[in-house]
């Protein structure tokens, strides 16, 4: 049924995948295993939606608090997330996404480049430098696109952060200083990400087991990212931790707030010509390989596909002009603020 050269070839293929798994599917689950032990998760760190009226239960105390690196994996996911999940799952996905993708990338390379099918197949193969290089890098393109993401959120939320605290400020009046009642009112007229910004709050000012005033402001804080919402933030803190009228803070920020407008503008007119040389990669780099056939007859085709310093040259160049891609979407909308 099957010649000796195609079964030949099949024994190859196994040996080689196995050889893989053997030397570094095994080792990184072990990292897997130690990165759930390195980044602990606090439940205090953990958004809990809100449940109805306030609790009169204390705050959780001495429970353990994260890691550097884990909080602010949380805080990026947790901001980026609208879903029930816990900490904990959120942590553990991003750890398989980045993985898999080194993973994914080391096999394309190996076999795109003939490593992992030549006779000659040597365990130095596995290790090959220019191999394990752009494995690393292409898995940081799970990180990368996280960012890419939260700049995201953070514009919009920039943005729609002067009518949601203009609502607050009317709720804020209307139920004379109870700064609780007046958030969960304004969240009833917002959407989108300043939704989840402002419901990440109301646990904490619900009085929830599971939520501090200082995590969920921080969380507020990073959602949005601007000097606005720090001034809110130190509001808020003020209004919880000393019992002070907020009111007169509030219009103060909203007056700020609209007087920048002008000068987002301008910061985007300035910024039009960096976003066009930042997006040129992207075209230029198909470009130089379609022309380049003409005049080498084909060859540069060959070149770039089917030999390893073409291939090495290829993968390294698209890493390259997604990062200029990268750079050209984060700078073409400004945030909000001075």
């Known amino acids: 049924m099957f010649s000796d050269e195609s079964l030949h070839r099949f024994i ?23 990165g759930k032990l390195v980044f602990p998760v606090s439940k205090a760190l953990k958004v809990v939606r809100f449940r109805g009226l306030p609790s009169s239960i204390e705050p959780l105390k001495n429970t353990r608090r994260p890691s550097k690196w884990a909080r602010h994996l949380v805080l990026l996911l947790r901001s980026i997330s609208a879903g029930e999940e816990s900490d904990e ?6 750890i398989i996404m980045t993985i898999g993708t080194f993973i994914s990338t080391y096999i394309v390379y190996g ?3 003939g490593l992992f099918t030549k006779y000659d197949f040597q365990y130095s193969d596995l290790f090959n430098g220019w191999q394990i290089f752009i494995s690393m890098m292409a898995s940081f393109l799970p990180y990368c696109f996280l960012r890419m993401k939260l700049h995201r959120v953070r514009v919009k939320n920039s943005y729609d952060l002067v009518p ?36 990440g709050l109301l646990p904490a000012l619900q009085g929830s087991a599971n939520a501090s005033i200082e995590d969920a402001i921080e969380l507020f804080i990073y959602r949005i990212k601007t000097t606005w919402a720090i001034q809110l933030g130190i509001l808020i803190h003020k209004s919880e931790e000393q019992g002070d009228n907020i009111e007169q803070g509030l219009r103060w920020l909203i007056t700020d707030m609209s007087e920048v407008a002008k000068i987002t503008e301008e910061i985007k007119s300035e910024n039009r010509e960096t976003i066009q040389l930042a997006y ?24 770039y596909f089917q030999t390893t310093p073409g291939i090495r040259m290829i993968m390294f160049t698209l890493l390259y002009t997604f990062i200029c891609a990268v750079i050209a979407y984060t700078i073409q909308k400004p945030r909000n603020e001075v």
């Not at 190859?12 to 130690?34: E, N, Y």
């Not at 799952?89 to 991003?94: A, G, P, S, T």
């Not at 139920?175 to 917002?190: D, I, P, Q, S, W």
């Open 12 to 34: 190859v293929l196994l040996d080689t995948a196995v050889r893989v798994f053997l030397i570094w599917c095994i080792p990184l689950i072990v990292l897997f295993v130690l």
């Open 89 to 94: 799952e959120l942590l553990h996905r991003f």
């Open 111 to 113: 076999f795109w480049t």
């Open 164 to 199: 949601a605290v203009n609502t607050l400020i009317l709720k804020y009046s209307e139920y004379r200083g109870n700064l609780y009642y007046a958030v969960f009112e304004t969240t009833k007229v917002l959407q989108g990400d300043i939704l989840n910004a402002f419901v």
């Open 280 to 303: 040129f990669p992207v075209f230029l780099f198909p470009a130089v390989i379609y022309f380049n056939q003409f005049p080498s007859m084909g060859k540069s085709w060959h070149y």
